[in-house]
């Protein structure tokens, strides 16, 4: 157990990028083959309760908000006192306390990078980084690029399509697959961000000259990426493409269709990876060939997710309660028991295999499942109208080759005060916008609320008007609600108030 008492210590202060250069990837993968799902458990359980009774000694934001909640530190002592310390999240701890106060030992100077949030569901954040979470997520990379990539084996060219400057995404891919290139591989990388016609510049040119090409960035980013690749004359499928998202689900019907646009094997549904990972946590988890399967049986008995993933708790200890998930890792700010306000469940091992048949998972690691974010809802008539409803209701084949998948919605309100539900939805490129088109879409996003919203449902029954959303079909990157860039924004902060 030398790899793990060796590198995963957090609390030393050392140059944890030196430890990564001399990690051995393939021997931590054997440890994920061999040690049971209870080993990765018990190890992760005991990581949080140090890294708590750390935090509590070291952090002073953390520091006060315990004694301000009376909580006795030294009372934590098992697992099962560490499901009682009260939780975190953005407006009790993040919003309440300076950036200083919530680092290590308040010395915000300490980090070796800031980044910050798209801000999705607010003012972008900063987010400090240190160096050991850059030696995890390299360690994550890794793992995804061996073992899912095959790096070890092909030539590769990686171009990162995730936002860059100062925003997370960009900059947590770049690092980690910096720091893996640096190793015995033939990686080379391209960062190009958001710019589409440079990325397919960046493929057409140097392309050629690699043995498979790893792109990546946000997914339905990406879909505009491949199909804009194939107008231009791109072979995807020579350059042994594989794909690597974040920050959005899809379903597989869009997986599937995404393959084949792109001229790539359906039939090898991993060449697109999906991952899962937030400004906060960078990486948390990511696909592989059994969560996969897991995914494909779920989505049969009820749909609607965001992702399914396998996680290790040794990196995130993630807590399932009132089905929200709840994340503890040291981090570059270290966080206990923080509320990410996603909705999932976590899936054992033993659990896949019993109640969805699954055959024994590759690596004995844990499921975690993504079915959308709790603080991203309109209230509408009462009925709280979630982004990934309306993404569900987009994702249906015959929309594919008409809409890129992205939409804003928000609630307004008509000059009787009655409000309603306006969503303005993306056409593709040189699609244009007719009212049967409209029509359809707006049927079919009114059937699928119907379906799955009860609250919408017993809404539209009850309401003493017409509740059915505003459909608007916008031009392809509307310069106003989907102008080129960023991570999506699917919930309209400007909205009208009445």
């Known amino acids: 157990m030398l790899i793990l008492e060796k590198n995963f210590d957090f609390s030393k202060t050392r140059p944890h990028r030196l430890d990564f ?23 992760g359980e005991k990581r949080a309760l140090k890294l708590f009774h750390s935090v509590a000694a070291r952090v002073p934001a953390y520091q006060d908000f315990l004694r301000r909640r009376k909580v006795s530190v030294e009372k934590i002592k098992t697992i099962k006192d560490f499901a009682f310390v009260p939780i975190i999240d953005k407006k009790n701890y993040i919003n309440a306390y300076p950036l200083k106060d919530r680092s290590w030992d308040g010395r915000l100077e300490r980090n070796k990078l800031i980044a910050a949030s798209s801000g999705s569901t607010g003012a972008p954040i900063f987010w400090p980084r240190g160096e050991y979470q ?120 869009w997986r ?73 890792a040291a981090s570059g700010l270290p966080l206990i028991r923080y509320d990410l306000k996603d909705r999932g469940r976590i899936i054992t091992g033993e659990q896949a295999k019993g109640e969805f048949s699954l055959k024994q998972p590759r690596w004995n690691l844990p499921f975690v499942t993504l079915v959308g974010r709790s603080d991203q809802a309109v209230v509408f008539y009462a009925a709280n109208i979630y982004p990934e409803h309306i993404k569900s209701a987009l994702n249906h084949p015959p929309f594919f080759k008409k809409l890129t998948g992205r939409f804003v919605m ?33 049927e079919q996003v009114d059937g699928y609320l119907k379906k799955v919203n009860k609250e919408y449902l017993n809404s539209f029954n009850y309401a003493k008007t017409n509740i059915t959303p505003r459909i608007h079909l916008k031009s392809y990157q509307d310069p106003k609600y989907f102008k080129p860039g960023l991570k999506p924004r699917y919930v309209s902060l400007l909205r009208h108030l009445p």
């Open 21 to 43: 250069s001399n990690f051995n990837i393939t021997e931590f993968g054997k440890l994920l083959r061999e040690k049971d799902e209870k080993f990765w458990r018990e190890i």
């Open 410 to 442: 928000s609630k307004d309100y008509t000059p009787k005060m009655e409000e309603f539900l306006e969503i303005n939805v993306e056409l593709r490129k040189n699609i244009k916008s007719d009212l049967k088109l409209t029509n359809i879409v707006k």
């Open 134 to 253: 850059e030696f995890e997520a390299a360690v994550i990379h890794e793992l995804i690029y061996r073992y899912l990539f095959d790096i070890h084996k092909y030539k590769t060219l990686l171009v990162v399509g995730f936002p860059m400057g100062v925003y997370v995404s960009g900059l947590a891919t770049v690092i980690p697959s910096l720091l893996i290139s640096q190793k015995n591989y033939n990686l080379t990388i391209a960062a190009p961000g958001t710019n589409k016609d440079e990325i397919l510049r960046i493929v057409k040119v140097l392309g050629r000259d690699y043995e498979q090409v790893v792109l990546t960035g946000h997914p339905f980013f990406i879909k505009d990426v491949l199909e804009s690749g194939v107008e231009d004359d791109v072979k995807w499928r020579s350059l042994r493409l594989k794909v690597m998202l974040c920050s959005e689900g899809f379903s597989e019907k």
């Open 256 to 328: 599937k269709y995404v393959l084949g646009a792109a001229g790539l094997a359906v039939d090898k549904p991993l060449s697109i990876v999906s991952t899962y990972g937030s400004s906060e946590f960078l990486l948390m988890a990511h696909e592989t060939r059994d969560s996969l399967a897991l995914k494909n049986k779920l989505e049969e008995k009820a749909g609607g997710l965001d992702g399914v993933f396998q996680y290790n708790p040794l990196f995130r200890y993630i807590e399932e309660e009132k089905g929200g998930l709840i994340f503890t």
